[in-house]
């Protein structure tokens, strides 16, 4: 009995070093096909390379090439999106779009509903910049499957938006996952002024998360048109919109009146407080000057230094930071205006 065990594990053994050795080889074959493929695309690619070229720059349909087989479509692919990434001007995109909208439209629809992930996402890039525009029916189809995942579905809202198709804001604020501020800045990156226009009209309507990542991208555009509308946001009930209003005040290097600030300078969060010790350094005049010693005996560290930083931005700053320093009887304000004197306002506080 113990002998019959003994040839079964034995049998079991050889069985599973069989299957082993049948995946090791599968695995070599289909890495050698790979390999294969991508020869034959490159040696493709180097012998259409420069008539490749010339066709869309002199866009002679004489020297026109149309790829045959999938070697020659992944050639042709990647020779475009390589393209569209060093020309510039909008008759040659153009005529790259319709080239590719051309030769690739129907292998792109077949690959947007390819059972693997990987190839949809590349698919999804790949419309994204050549800019096919007529395959926008198909993404939104992609849309609308109930397994498309996370990255699906933020890639398809950026070719949304940067297409300019009109149902990109359906898709946006229906929420299929939770997005991140990240997800949402970086689509409003991507907005014309148009578009933009239209969020800031409809801010109120939008989730927190849209309201603070559409402040965010104010200040990172430097985009002084909505200085009305950010200092109107200084009034919010929300904490954390006021102090993103204040970070992209200051990002704006602009205030229009000191006193819209005083609310900020004397409320109860540090980080409120912070802010407008930053934006006061962008203001001028003594009134300046006397808020920024007031925060300068603040509670909090980073509020003292940042209104310490902020003094010596300003005219006479250094002067005055060593008169505080000399005449203050708060220890810790002293103690702050002597580090600033001594860092010659070179460095800051983050």
């Not at 991208?217 to 985009?223: A, M, P, T, V, Y």
């Not at 109107?232 to 006021?242: G, V, Y």
């Given at each position: 009995?113990?002998?019959?065990?003994?040839?079964?594990?034995?049998?079991?053994?050889?069985?599973?070093?069989?299957?082993?050795?049948?995946?090791?080889?599968?695995?070599?074959?289909?890495?050698?096909?790979?390999?294969?493929?991508?020869?034959?695309?490159?040696?493709?690619?180097?012998?259409?390379?420069?008539?490749?070229?010339?066709?869309?720059?002199?866009?002679?349909?004489?020297?026109?090439?149309?790829?045959?087989?999938?070697?020659?479509?992944?050639?042709?692919?990647?020779?475009?999106?390589?393209?569209?990434?060093?020309?510039?001007?909008e008759?040659?995109?153009?005529?790259?779009?319709?080239?590719?909208?051309?030769?690739?439209?129907?292998?792109?629809?077949?690959?947007?509903?390819?059972?693997?992930?990987?190839?949809?996402?590349?698919?999804?890039?790949?419309?994204?910049?050549?800019?096919?525009?007529?395959?926008?029916?198909?993404?939104?189809?992609?849309?609308?499957?109930?397994?498309?995942?996370?990255a699906?579905?933020?890639?398809?809202?950026?070719?949304?938006?940067?297409?300019?198709?009109?149902?990109?804001?359906?898709?946006?604020?229906?929420?299929?996952?939770?997005?991140?501020?990240?997800t949402?800045?970086?689509?409003?990156?991507?907005?014309?002024?148009?578009?933009?226009?239209?969020?800031?009209?409809?801010?109120?309507?939008?989730?927190?998360?849209?309201?603070?990542?559409?402040?965010?991208?104010?200040?990172?555009?430097?985009?002084?048109?909505?200085?009305?509308?950010?200092?109107?946001?200084?009034?919010?009930?929300?904490?954390?919109?006021r102090?993103?209003?204040?970070?992209?005040l200051?990002?704006?290097?602009?205030?229009?009146?000191?006193?819209?600030?005083?609310?900020?300078?004397?409320?109860?969060?540090?980080?409120?407080?912070?802010?407008?010790?930053?934006?006061?350094?962008?203001?001028?005049?003594?009134?300046?000057?006397?808020?920024?010693?007031?925060?300068?005996?603040?509670r909090?560290?980073?509020?003292?230094s940042?209104?310490?930083?902020?003094?010596?931005?300003?005219?006479?700053?250094?002067?005055?930071?060593?008169?505080?320093?000399?005449?203050?009887?708060?220890?810790?304000?002293?103690?702050?205006?002597?580090?600033?004197?001594?860092?010659?306002?070179?460095?800051?506080?983050?």
């Amino acid at each position: 009995m113990e002998f019959i065990q003994i040839q079964w594990v034995f049998y079991l053994f050889l069985v599973l070093f069989a299957l082993l050795i049948g995946f090791f080889l599968y695995l070599v074959i289909k890495k050698a096909r790979v390999n294969c493929k991508r020869e034959e695309v490159e040696n493709y690619k180097e012998s259409i390379q420069e008539s490749f070229i010339q066709y869309m720059y002199l866009q002679d349909e004489n020297l026109k090439i149309t790829p045959k087989n999938d070697v020659q479509r992944t050639a042709v692919e990647e020779l475009l999106l390589a393209l569209v990434k060093v020309v510039n001007g909008e008759e040659i995109l153009h005529f790259i779009q319709r080239y590719a909208e051309r030769e690739l439209s129907a292998l792109y629809r077949k690959q947007l509903r390819h059972r693997r992930w990987s190839v949809r996402m590349n698919t999804l890039y790949a419309i994204e910049g050549l800019h096919m525009v007529n395959l926008l029916d198909d993404v939104r189809k992609v849309m609308e499957k109930k397994q498309i995942t996370v990255a699906e579905e933020s890639q398809i809202l950026k070719i949304l938006v940067r297409f300019h198709d009109p149902h990109y804001e359906q898709y946006l604020f229906n929420e299929h996952y939770k997005r991140s501020e990240f997800t949402y800045r970086s689509l409003l990156s991507m907005m014309n002024d148009e578009q933009f226009e239209k969020f800031i009209v409809r801010f109120n309507e939008h989730m927190e998360e849209v309201q603070l990542a559409t402040i965010d991208i104010i200040g990172i555009n430097r985009n002084l048109e909505q200085l009305p509308f950010l200092e109107k946001q200084l009034h919010s009930t929300s904490d954390e919109t006021r102090i993103r209003s204040l970070k992209a005040l200051n990002q704006l290097s602009y205030v229009s009146d000191t006193s819209r600030l005083l609310r900020h300078i004397k409320s109860d969060l540090w980080e409120e407080r912070m802010m407008a010790a930053k934006l006061l350094s962008k203001a001028q005049g003594e009134e300046a000057i006397m808020w920024l010693e007031v925060l300068l005996n603040d509670r909090h560290f980073l509020v003292r230094s940042n209104a310490a930083r902020s003094i010596t931005q300003l005219p006479n700053g250094y002067e005055r930071l060593r008169r505080i320093s000399n005449t203050t009887t708060d220890l810790f304000a002293r103690d702050m205006a002597n580090e600033w004197l001594e860092k010659g306002g070179e460095l800051y506080a983050q």
